[in-house]
């Protein structure tokens, strides 16, 4: 058995011993309990004198700096799992069971079992690479999108900016961290020459009003299928946009009305065939609610199924590819619609503030980095302009 001894260290700061199992020890004072008045010792091991030292003198000067942190044996995974629960009450539940799917289908399957205080930037930096290259540890594939990988960053970097404030970790080893770089998906648009065939082929089908509004206003899905018949008011030409619909089901399985992101609403300024379009769907949808009597659910919603209830985004997006293939029409996302109207609000020469405010954006900025693309229509119109004023110059 080797010879144990106890040795104080040089500065006062702790005691180092070797223990009966040939571990060394050192034990250091951190304050006084409050309540008792006595001192409070904590005690740091390792294999080796020289080891213990550098740990006491590490310590012993954090308490001196008042950097001193104690040690923590509570998880990744734990301290997760208290975030979502304790520092996730201001935001909306849809956002809260993002957060959650992450956390359970990501980040605790990966780094769950790592103490806090050991995380660090390399762990958390071979995460996004593997969540990039294979997907996750319980479903391989070829790995997640960056869109995907940034918000999952995002989600940690909050946990961990949280405990941070609080104590637990001295700082956050996220932000050292890089995430893959984001590519700008294709941007498709209805051809010009597609555009009356569209408008003439939906009139007879039952989301005609629905295709009218994306195509002509933008507006986004979730928007458009929240719009209530008390937004749309034609005396004055405006839809004000107040709400959305929620895509996840509630406890008694309908779709739910939520409010805009960071309370934004808003008010846009529709063609004025956009309220005729809307007057037409209301009197059949008042046909349909007479016949179907005491089962209409009177939500008052714009775009509703046939007993007034919300309207399931999966089935539109599905009928709509029908309708697209069964009219020989270019095969395109629903969402392409938005950026079709975008495009035609642009090529008639429409301000791109206007054209920002109907889109939702935060800026105008925004707006010309999305489509900052211009037409070869654009183009020559601009070309057209120019010519114009230099000979006009030339005349004068």
């Not at 009966?20 to 008045?37: K, L, S």
């Not at 550098?54 to 001193?68: N, P, W």
């Amino acid at each position: 058995m080797p010879n144990r001894k106890t040795t104080r260290n040089a500065q006062g700061g702790g005691s180092i011993r070797q223990r009966p199992d040939g571990r060394w020890e050192a034990r250091y004072t951190v304050g006084r309990d409050p309540g008792t008045g006595k001192q409070v010792q904590k005690s740091v091991y390792g294999d080796t004198e020289r080891e213990v030292r550098k740990k006491l003198t590490q310590a012993t000067a954090a308490i001196d700096e008042g950097t001193y942190m104690e040690p923590s044996k509570l998880t990744v995974g734990a301290w997760l799992d208290i975030w979502l629960k304790e520092y996730t009450g201001h935001i909306k539940d849809a956002t809260l069971r993002s957060y959650k799917d992450s956390v359970r289908l990501y980040l605790k399957p990966a780094i769950g079992a790592v103490q806090l205080q050991k995380l660090n930037s390399h762990t958390i930096q071979k995460l996004y690479n593997d969540l990039s290259t294979k997907g996750s540890l319980k479903k391989k594939d070829t790995g997640l999108s960056p869109k995907t990988v940034r918000i999952i960053h995002g989600i940690l970097h909050k946990a961990l900016k949280q405990a941070v404030l609080i104590g637990y970790m001295k700082h956050n080893p996220s932000i050292a961290c890089t995430l893959p770089r984001m590519e700008k998906k294709k941007m498709n648009i209805l051809p010009a020459d597609e555009l009356s065939k569209f408008i003439e082929a939906s009139e007879d089908h039952k989301y005609h009003a629905l295709f009218m509004v994306y195509l002509f206003t933008g507006m986004r899905r979730g928007k458009a299928l929240g719009l209530k018949w008390e937004d749309v008011d034609s005396h004055r030409g405006v839809i004000h946009i107040r709400q959305q619909m929620q895509r996840e089901r509630v406890e008694n399985g309908q779709l739910r009305l939520v409010s805009l992101k960071n309370d934004r609403q808003r008010q846009i300024t529709p063609a004025q065939t956009i309220f005729q379009i809307l007057h037409k769907h209301k009197v059949k949808q008042s046909e349909t609610r007479l016949m179907v009597g005491q089962a209409w659910a009177d939500h008052g919603l714009v775009f509703c199924n046939d007993l007034g209830n919300f309207l399931d985004a999966d089935a539109i997006y599905k009928s709509y590819k029908r309708f697209l293939s069964n009219n020989g029409l270019t095969e395109m996302r629903l969402h392409d619609l938005r950026h079709t109207a975008a495009t035609l609000m642009l090529e008639n020469g429409a301000h791109i503030k206007s054209v920002q405010e109907a889109l939702g954006h935060h800026s105008a900025a925004f707006t010309l980095d999305v489509y900052g693309h211009v037409t070869p229509e654009m183009k020559r119109e601009d070309a057209d302009r120019m010519e114009r004023l230099i000979q006009s110059l030339k005349s004068g």
